[in-house]
């Protein structure tokens, strides 16, 4: 922030952003003239048309209703649209007061009020504000003979580039296509000489108004600049050219001459991107309240999971006819101590902490009717204006969507009870001894809680956890009704279906005459369940392959645990052991599945809480040293790391920035102190993030902490709406906490370092 107000004050800078002003100011004059215009010819037949009574725009009330904004069109038609409604309502209102309407009147009124509903700003900027004169400011500055136009509006194209080059070595400029040919923009990037640096292929506004003919020849060009190739570069501008001479077009020669012109000096324009290639650009242009409106950002579908990807593909939700070509690329360290598994498919992301991110292979968009860009926003979303009215009056009732609207424990232990049910009734079914029939499913999903719950609290460190977290606040209850949901199909699948049908009716395979086949399958059939309902919930693929995979991994397991129960049932003289094995062989392979993923998923959990807490405190510590160092800058005089040590004076001194900065500081211990009490794993990681700063930065770091101590300032800062109006509950968690927070820290941080210096290194 204090580079960019020093960047602001540069007088270059400074000059440029006056003459900036004096565009605002002339826009202002002309957005003016519209709207006297407007009250002078159009007002009293946008009156007659929609039969309203509005009285003539006020110019005061209009730039009050665009402050801070700038004067333009689009926003004196939002003005109007305003007024045009407000009339409306008045107009609705007085018929309240009227005698009942006959059936022709009231035809009349409800049409009325039809078409206010339906009336948007493009409507009225359309019908009453393009006729104008004064419609294209910067067209009747030129019919009016303006003498005092600002000097930025009578900067040329290059000129203009210029004037922003020179402000800061580092700029980018992006060329916007609306109204713009092929010819038009490889004359503009020839003329600019590198320094544009983005094309924006595509932009949403332009997609509504159908504005896209251009955009394919565009394209073309953009690609053969990228690519580097002199001969495809110039067969596509030769191309241009032909087209402009079949082309009707007035000034037809310049533009021939200009091509011919780029013709002749085609490999310079192939150098001005051999470095750094033109970029494309994709933008939504969510400017102003048009009906047609459409919302801000963007989505590549290969990136998004296959569930999501699914459902945007069959509805062709928002869609572009744009592609680009996208990799995902995986991050696998060094298998230090077991390099074996690096070779295990879904389990190297869960015990090498491999990483994945996605990348975009070339800098150029792809046109096509097959696109696999999606805007995020509802394009061609239609807007009714509200008049007042009930909008529920006359029509049907609208469908509830009652999933969604249940309270979050509800739908939670519905969900548990639909997964119960079967499981339940395939045990109560098919088992003969009373144990297995009325408690095999409560066993069943017992494995499954128990094994949930335990990964999640080791996972977030729950054994050694702060006095400030619960056992159970590191558990996700939707994520274990969800689990429990599918765990329990999986029990017909497995105990009836696999077990009982297939392998002992089918091919008579039990634990008498085959143990190893019957939990081999019976782990295949898991794995390939637990793979697809995965896949079903949108999980990433890579955890879903991690599930599939572990269930293989459980083969032993439930082999050596089926051999330690064999072992105790016979040393207790039970006897038929092998049949009280296959009546338990389900719930066997069950439980060594989960103490497999377990294991897995636990350390997968541990991971990211540790990742997690890496990023956090990362970026707290890099804002406690970087305030802290502006900071220093005030005070030259003074010892570096001594400026922390009386707080008070700085807390209340003269100086605002000094008072600002500490309240950043005090604000990035706030965090930390929450980060240490409430989230997962993060004391162990702020204890070993600490052990690796530089001494002068543990100094700074003690130091910063003890600001918490200044219990009057720091709720002042509540008091005062740092967090805003509701800080009743964050000032009682600091003012509980931080004494505990504080002596903790001094307990477990190591002493105060010593600073090494040149006269301790020649003493020693």
Same mark, same amino acid.
């Given at each position: 922030m204090e580079s960019f107000l020093c960047f602001l004050a540069e007088p270059p800078v400074s000059r440029f952003m006056e003459e900036g002003k004096a565009v605002v100011r002339f826009k202002e004059k002309y957005a003016l003239n519209l709207l006297e215009d407007f009250n002078t010819s159009k007002r009293e037949a946008l009156c007659r048309d929609l039969g309203i009574a509005l009285p003539p725009l006020d110019p005061e009330a209009f730039l009050k209703f665009i402050s801070p904004g700038q004067p333009s069109a689009l926003f004196m038609g939002e003005y109007l649209h305003g007024l045009v409604?407000?009339?409306?309502?008045?107009?609705?209102?007085?018929?309240? @007061?009227?005698?009942?309407?006959?059936?022709?009147?009231?035809?009349?009124?409800?049409?009325?009020?039809?078409?206010?509903?339906?009336?948007?700003? $493009? !409507?009225?900027?359309?019908?009453?504000?393009?006729?104008?004169?004064?419609?294209?400011?910067?067209?009747?500055?030129?019919?009016?003979?303006?003498?005092?136009?600002?000097?930025?509006?009578?900067?040329?194209?290059? !000129?203009?580039?210029?004037?922003?080059?020179?402000?800061?070595? #580092?700029?980018?400029?992006?060329?916007?296509?609306?109204?713009?040919?092929?010819?038009?923009?490889?004359?503009?990037?020839?003329?600019?000489?590198? +320094?544009?640096?983005?094309?924006?292929?595509?932009?949403?506004?332009?997609?509504?108004?159908?504005?896209?003919?251009?955009?394919?020849?565009?394209n073309t060009l953009h690609r053969a600049i990228n690519e580097g190739s002199i001969l495809k570069l110039k067969m596509v501008v030769r191309k241009i050219g032909q087209d402009v001479m079949t082309s009707g077009a007035p000034d037809k020669e310049d533009r021939l001459r200009k091509l011919t012109e780029i013709l002749y000096d085609i490999d310079s324009l192939k150098a001005m991107y051999a470095v750094k290639p033109l970029k494309s650009r994709i933008g939504s242009d969510s400017t102003g309240k048009p009906s047609r409106s459409h919302g801000m950002g963007f989505a590549i579908i290969d990136t998004l999971p296959p569930r999501v990807a699914g459902q945007i593909r069959r509805n062709a939700m928002n869609i572009l006819p744009a592609r680009m070509q996208v990799c995902r690329r995986t991050t696998t360290p060094p298998a230090r101590h077991l390099p074996l598994l690096r070779y295990l498919p879904g389990i190297r992301h869960l015990v090498l902490r491999e990483t994945t991110d996605w990348v975009m292979e070339s800098q150029t968009v792809e046109m096509g009717e097959q696109g696999n860009i999606v805007s995020l926003g509802r394009v061609f979303r239609k807007i009714r204006n509200d008049l007042g009215r009930d909008p529920q009056k006359g029509k049907k009732p609208a469908r509830t969507r009652l999933w969604s609207d249940l309270n979050s424990k509800l739908k939670n232990t519905l969900k548990i009870l639909t997964g119960f049910i079967p499981a339940f009734l395939c045990f109560a079914f098919t088992k003969e001894w009373w144990l297995l029939a009325y408690l095999g499913a409560f066993i069943?999903?017992?494995?499954?809680?128990? +094994?949930?719950?335990?990964?999640?609290?080791?996972?977030? $460190?729950?054994?050694?956890?702060?006095?400030?977290?619960?056992?159970? @606040?590191?558990? #996700?209850?939707?994520?274990?009704?969800? =689990?429990?949901?599918?765990?329990?199909?999986?029990?017909?699948?497995?105990?009836?279906?696999?077990?009982?049908?297939?392998?002992?009716?089918?091919?008579?395979?039990?634990?008498?005459?085959?143990p190893t086949i019957l939990y081999t399958v019976m782990a295949v059939a898991n794995g390939i369940y637990l793979f697809s309902h995965n896949m079903f919930r949108g999980l990433p693929r890579s955890a879903a392959t991690g599930n599939l995979f572990r269930s293989i991994f459980s083969i032993p397991v439930a082999i050596l645990l089926s051999g330690s129960i064999s072992a105790i049932l016979t040393l207790v003289g039970v006897p038929a052991v092998d049949m009280v094995l296959q009546k338990w062989a389900a719930i066997i392979s069950k439980g060594a599945s989960d103490c497999v993923a377990g294991i897995i998923e636990g350390a997968a959990e541990r991971y990211h809480n540790i990742k997690l807490r890496k990023r956090d405190i990362q970026m707290k510590f890099s804002d406690l040293f970087s305030t802290y160092s502006r900071l220093a800058q005030l005070f030259p005089q003074s010892e570096e790391l001594k400026i922390l040590e009386q707080a008070k004076p700085l807390l209340s001194s003269k100086n605002s920035e000094v008072?600002?900065?500490?309240?950043?500081?005090?604000?990035?211990?706030? @965090?930390?102190?929450?980060?240490?009490?409430?989230?997962?794993?993060?004391?162990?990681?702020?204890?070993?993030?600490? @052990?690796?700063?530089?001494?002068?930065?543990?100094?700074?770091? +003690?130091?910063?902490?003890?600001?918490? =101590?200044?219990?009057r300032y720091i709720a002042g800062l509540f008091v005062d709406g740092i967090l805003g109006h509701n800080f009743n509950r964050p000032l009682s968690f600091y003012l509980t906490t931080h004494r505990t927070y504080l002596s903790q820290i001094t307990a477990l941080l190591p002493e105060e370092p010593t600073i090494e210096t040149d006269e301790n290194r020649h003493g020693a």
């Open positions: 409604l407000a009339a409306a309502k008045e107009t609705i209102a007085a018929w309240e @007061d009227q005698p009942a309407p006959t059936p022709e009147e009231e035809k009349q009124r409800q049409t009325f009020i039809s078409r206010m509903e339906e009336l948007n700003v $493009g !409507e009225l900027i359309a019908g009453y504000l393009e006729s104008s004169p004064f419609f294209d400011m910067f067209q009747s500055a030129l019919l009016c003979a303006e003498t005092q136009i600002p000097s930025h509006l009578t900067l040329d194209f290059k !000129e203009m580039l210029t004037a922003v080059s020179q402000l800061h070595h #580092s700029f980018r400029v992006t060329l916007n296509l609306e109204d713009l040919g092929p010819a038009d923009v490889v004359e503009l990037l020839y003329d600019g000489q590198g +320094r544009i640096s983005r094309l924006e292929i595509i932009n949403l506004k332009n997609f509504i108004t159908d504005q896209t003919d251009n955009i394919a020849s565009v069943w999903f017992g494995i499954t809680g128990v +094994r949930n719950v335990l990964q999640s609290v080791i996972g977030g $460190g729950g054994i050694r956890r702060t006095s400030q977290l619960k056992w159970n @606040d590191f558990v #996700s209850w939707d994520r274990l009704a969800d =689990s429990l949901l599918f765990t329990g199909f999986s029990v017909p699948l497995l105990d009836w279906v696999v077990k009982s049908l297939i392998l002992e009716k089918t091919f008579a395979i039990t634990m008498t005459t085959s008072r600002d900065l500490m309240v950043v500081i005090t604000i990035n211990c706030l @965090d930390l102190l929450y980060f240490w009490m409430y989230l997962p794993r993060a004391k162990t990681v702020m204890m070993n993030m600490f @052990d690796n700063l530089l001494p002068e930065e543990k100094i700074i770091f +003690r130091q910063a902490q003890h600001l918490l =101590s200044q219990e």
